[in-house]
Every structure is written in structure tokens, then in C-alpha cells.
């Protein structure tokens, strides 16, 4: 216990650690929710047909190779003979840091099919050419050979639309968010991410182990606390909602018989948590916040011990250091707690040319921090994060597939999951803190109880109250006193569209939209909503305000910018040049 004086109050703060379950009474035998979890996956996974996917999905390698061929064609870096250093190749490409760790994946995809050498000493020869033509006649067989259960029609398109614009891509010229998700809209984006009968059948497994989890626990009370991280555009989240749905999921006034959950949705951009606040709002158990995995929990307002599972669907391979995240991640889970993911295995040709900007986008210059550093490679196999979640304390049941006969064996996508502290009891703060007001006066009742896996000792074996200290819930940081309001009907206007987009209480004329919770995603969907509501704004192209935004991300320089003629307006966006 501890004298809490942050908030200028005295208030108690108690910590405690979780006691050894007595022998005998840890689990035993099969565990159920892996049990239901692998149950439904099987079923989900007979429907594959493995020679059509693989078919298919070999229509789309030969696609995406040819684009990267024509691409590294078109530079003219491979003319006849050539040998060239790794880092010439990137800079006859042009590519922005933040993608030549995608660009060195290029050339190792191309020598795996055989269309360059590698030579030692990161050098590259012989490319096998391939121009415009040679690239849509593989596009147009990619697309005419699609199966449904490998992924849509339409998202084979936009993988597609994007090998088409390499060139701009690779440079950083272009955004990737901004082809996958149009001026800010993200249903094809989740058609791509929800769609192929592999996702699918994952998710359905982690449906199936929630429901199992969930239903465990009906009638005790106490609810089941899920975090989703990197939810996205929640196609696991979907198939965790179908799930329950006729459970009798219900906030805690059920709890008497009904199993229920409380969700909480999360990711590291505001834009995904607007879109899913909308499709949620008749769902009081799920409630949605901004979590990043890099960072520090507690700073982010979360406590350790909190949540009973954990799920990450391709999130944690984006971790920049991926044993530190699971640090965070086993800390978050109370006793006897699963943290389960589905990942990507192997590298996906088609991804490569899409998706995987968006995680040079994310990391910037700055690549992994963890032994990925400078291989280029963000992805493990299903053994190597068995081995991960084992380094960190994880118990690990076997991955699905489960092994080479399964009809998605060949999918290149696995559920990996693991429990952690299973041998421990899970304390209820709220039962610990009744047990305490029964045993010592009122004053004495600390105002905080925290749940951690061990206290923090100093170098002479003392408890480390700094240390404790510091782990207490902060309030949030007091406003600036700059701060002042939007002047005039524009700005207003503005400030209105801004506030019902990042949730902010108050929008000030100065305050920068990407200091304020605004990304590049929301800044595409920001200039879509002014277009929408603002005569001004729809005047222009959609490139031209979303320029503008990026250019001077205020209240005050959007309504300036708006205010003045057509010519004037790309005059001033002229002379600011591109942020
Ligand atoms: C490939 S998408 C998967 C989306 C979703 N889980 C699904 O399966 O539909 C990756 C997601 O991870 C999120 N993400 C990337 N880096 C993150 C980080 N450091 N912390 C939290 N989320 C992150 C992205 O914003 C994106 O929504």
C-alpha cells in the first residue's frame, strides 16, 4: 500500500500479486476453448478446394512478379549483364526509406522464382525482363483465374491497381492508404481483409474460442475482458460478434446466467475506431480507444492484469520489437489468460505490392527493432511464434493448420495462441477491495487497487515505491492555455466536421490536425467529409483539400484557403509545396 498524491490528494493505492493456484486445482486435461476453437476451424477448412487455391494463387505470384519485373525493366538498372550492389538497385528505384526493406523483399521474391540472381555480398544480376504488355496479360489471367475462397474478384483488382503504381509507390510519392482506402473508405479494404476462406476459417476459430471462454465463466459474475489490438477494419471482430450472438452477450445486468463480454476494440489509428463506433453502436459491451502495441500500456491508460484474452489479427507482426510487445502483452493478461493471433506465415506475392506499404508507412525509416532488423522480413512461421510465445511465458497449444494434409496447409496463414500464467490464481480487484473494507477502517480502504506480476524491487531489495508510483493511473494532460476558438462561420463549420471525426471535445483554429489524433487516413477521410458538408470544399478536387490539410493542418489555413478563388487557392498550395 502507498500514499497516492498526484492528483494534489492523499489517496491509498494498493498493489498486490497473484497467489499460486493450490496443487491440484490448475487445469487439467483438454482445454476446452482450444478445443471449440480447433472444432471450428475443421469444419470452416473441409469446404477448401487446395488445387483451386493453389492454382489461383500462383495466377497471382506470376502476376506480381511480372509487375515487380516490368518495374525494375522500366529503371533500366539490369541492362544486359549488369551486376549491381543491392543499394543501387534501390536507388534506380528511388525508393523512400521507409519501403527499402520492401524493395530488398522484391528482389529476394524475384530470385526465389527464378527471374535474378542473388550473387555474395548483397549483389544482384541477370533480371528476366518484362514489360507493360507481359504485366497485364498476367493481370488479366490473375483475375480471370481468381477463386472467391482465395480472395475476392474486386480485391485481386486493387492488388492490381496497386502493382500499377510501383513506380510512385516505392518513391513515397503515393500512399498506399490511399488506394486501398478511397478518399477515406474502407469497404473493400475490409472485403480484402475479411474475405478469403483461410481468414475466414481463422477467425471463425477465434470466434469459437471466445464463445468457449466466455461461456466458461456464465453464471460466475464475472465478465470475460477480450482486447482486440490492431482491430482494423474488424473482420475478426465480425466473426467474434457472430459467435456470441445467442449467447445472451449482455452488459453486466445479465451476468447473472448469461456469459457476457466486455470488448474492448482498439488500434493505433483513430480512423479505424469512427467506422467501427458506427457498426458497434448497438453493441454496449464493445467500447473502442486508440492502443498502440509499441508502446507502454499504462501510459496508454490500461492495467496490468486486466483482460482475460487478447487477440491480434496480422497486428503483432508489425510490433517494432516483437519480444517486448509480448512482454506488454502477457502483462496485460490476468492469470490463466490467452492472447491469441492469426498471422501471416509466409510472404503473400500480392501483398508485397499492397498491403505491406502500410508497414513501412507505419515504422517509417526506423525498421524493426528486434532480430528482423535489416532482413527485410516482418513475418515468422507458425513454429517460430510458437517459439516466441514460449520465450515469453506462454503455454502454447499446437497452431492451426495443424499440419500438412489440412486444406488450407498451403494458405501461407496460421492462429498461433498461447495461455500465460496458468498456474496462477486471478484476483478480483473489486472482491479484494470488499474483502479490505470488511477488515480496516474507511480511511484506510486505498482508493486503487492494481493487479501486477511482481513488485518492483530497488538494488537493495526494497519494495521500489518510486517505481510503484509511477505505474499509477495519471489524469489526463492539462489543455494549453494558447488555445483559442474558431472564428467566423467557416472555420466553425470546420471545427464541427473535425470534432465528429477525432472525437475531440473542443477544436481549436490553430490547434494541427495530426498533433490532435489525425493520420493520413483520417486526413482522406477529413477532406471527403468537407467536401461533403462544405459548398467551398466541394468546389475543389478531393486531391486538392487533402493537399491542403497536409500542407497546413489547421482550422485557420483550411478556412483561409477555402475563402479564396480557384486560382488563388493553387497559387497558395503552390507556393507551400507538399508537407
Ligand atoms: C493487416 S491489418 C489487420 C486488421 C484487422 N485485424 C483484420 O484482420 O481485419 C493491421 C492492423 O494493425 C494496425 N496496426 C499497425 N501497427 C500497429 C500498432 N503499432 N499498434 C496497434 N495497431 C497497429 C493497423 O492500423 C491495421 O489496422
Redesign the pocket.
Known amino acids: 500500500m502507498i500514499a497516492d498524491t498526484t492528483g494534489g490528494d492523499r489517496r491509498l493505492a494498493a498493489f498486490a500479486t497473484p497467489a499460486p493456484l493450490p496443487a491440484g486445482a490448475a487445469p487439467a486435461g483438454e482445454d476446452a476453448g482450444w478445443a471449440a476453437a480447433r472444432g471450428a476451424y475443421r469444419r470452416l477448412a473441409r469446404a477448401a478446394d487446395p488445387a483451386a487455391l493453389r492454382r489461383s494463387s500462383d495466377l497471382l505470384r506470376a502476376a506480381v512478379h511480372a509487375s515487380l519485373a516490368h518495374l525494375l525493366t522500366e529503371c533500366g538498372v539490369f541492362a544486359a549483364g549488369d551486376v549491381r550492389e543491392e543499394d543501387e538497385v534501390l536507388a534506380a528505384l528511388g525508393a523512400a526509406p521507409e519501403h527499402r526493406p520492401l524493395a530488398r523483399r522484391w528482389l529476394a521474391a524475384l530470385a526465389d522464382a527464378g527471374r535474378l540472381r542473388r550473387l555474395p555480398g548483397a549483389r544482384w544480376e541477370g533480371l528476366r525482363t518484362a514489360d507493360a504488355a507481359d504485366a497485364e496479360r498476367a493481370w488479366d489471367a490473375a483475375v480471370e483465374g481468381t477463386v472467391a475462397d482465395l480472395w475476392p474478384r474486386e480485391v485481386v483488382e486493387l492488388f492490381r491497381s496497386a502493382a500499377g503504381q510501383l513506380p510512385a509507390l516505392v518513391r513515397g510519392e503515393q500512399q498506399a492508404a490511399q488506394l486501398l482506402f478511397p478518399q477515406g473508405d474502407s469497404r473493400t479494404a475490409?472485403a480484402a481483409?475479411?474475405g478469403s476462406l483461410a481468414?475466414r476459417a481463422l477467425?471463425g476459430a477465434v470466434g469459437a474460442f471466445v464463445r468457449a471462454e466466455a461461456r466458461s465463466r456464465a453464471g460466475t459474475g464475472r465478465p470475460l475482458r477480450v482486447l482486440?489490438?490492431?482491430?482494423?477494419?474488424?473482420?475478426?471482430t465480425d466473426e467474434v460478434i457472430a459467435a456470441l450472438d445467442g449467447t445472451g452477450t449482455g452488459p453486466a445486468a445479465d451476468a447473472g446466467t448469461a456469459p457476457y463480454v466486455e470488448y474492448v476494440y482498439?488500434?493505433?489509428?483513430l480512423f479505424?475506431l469512427n467506422a467501427a463506433q458506427e457498426r458497434h453502436a448497438h453493441l454496449p459491451w464493445i467500447t473502442h480507444t486508440v492502443?498502440?502495441?509499441?508502446a507502454d500500456y499504462r501510459a496508454q491508460g490500461f492495467e496490468p492484469n486486466t483482460f482475460d484474452v487478447i487477440l491480434?489479427?496480422?497486428?503483432l507482426h508489425?510490433?517494432?520489437d516483437l519480444g517486448r510487445c509480448l512482454a506488454r502483452m502477457r502483462g496485460l493478461l490476468a492469470p490463466g489468460g490467452a492472447l491469441v493471433l492469426?498471422e501471416a506465415t509466409r510472404e503473400r506475392p500480392e501483398l508485397m505490392v499492397s498491403?505491406d506499404f502500410?508497414?513501412g508507412a507505419?515504422l517509417g525509416g526506423e525498421g524493426f527493432a528486434d532480430d528482423r532488423a535489416g532482413s527485410g522480413g516482418a513475418l515468422l512461421d507458425a513454429g517460430q511464434w510458437r517459439e516466441r510465445l514460449a520465450a515469453a511465458g506462454g503455454v502454447a497449444p499446437p497452431a492451426l493448420p495443424e499440419s500438412a494434409a489440412d486444406p488450407l496447409a498451403g494458405s501461407g496463414m496460421a492462429l498461433v495462441a498461447a495461455r500465460f500464467k496458468p498456474r496462477l490464481a486471478a484476483p478480483d480487484p473489486g472482491e479484494l477491495l470488499d474483502h479490505l473494507a470488511e477488515q480496516v477502517p474507511a480511511y484506510m480502504v486505498p482508493a486503487h487497487l492494481q493487479v501486477v506480476d511482481e513488485l518492483p524491487l530497488t538494488a537493495n531489495g526494497k519494495v521500489d515505491t518510486a517505481m510503484l508510483r509511477s505505474w499509477l493511473p495519471r489524469s489526463a494532460p492539462a489543455r494549453s492555455s494558447g488555445w483559442v476558438p474558431p472564428r467566423g462561420p467557416l472555420e466553425e463549420r470546420i471545427a464541427e466536421v473535425w470534432a465528429a471525426l477525432l472525437g475531440s471535445e473542443r477544436v481549436g483554429r490553430d490547434d494541427d490536425f495530426f498533433h490532435s489524433g489525425g493520420d493520413s487516413l483520417l486526413a482522406a477521410r477529413f477532406a471527403a467529409r468537407l467536401r461533403e458538408t462544405l459548398p467551398a470544399a466541394a468546389a475543389r478536387p478531393f486531391d486538392a483539400v487533402l493537399r491542403q490539410l497536409t500542407a497546413g493542418p489547421t482550422v485557420a489555413a483550411l478556412a483561409a484557403w477555402l475563402a479564396l478563388g480557384a486560382e488563388d487557392a493553387q497559387e497558395a498550395q503552390d507556393g507551400q509545396g507538399a508537407r
Open positions: 475490409r481483409f475479411g481468414v477467425n482486440e489490438v490492431g482491430a482494423g477494419v474488424g473482420a475478426t482498439t488500434d493505433v489509428s479505424f492502443f498502440d502495441i509499441d491480434g489479427a496480422n497486428v508489425n510490433a517494432r492469426t498491403m502500410l508497414i507505419q
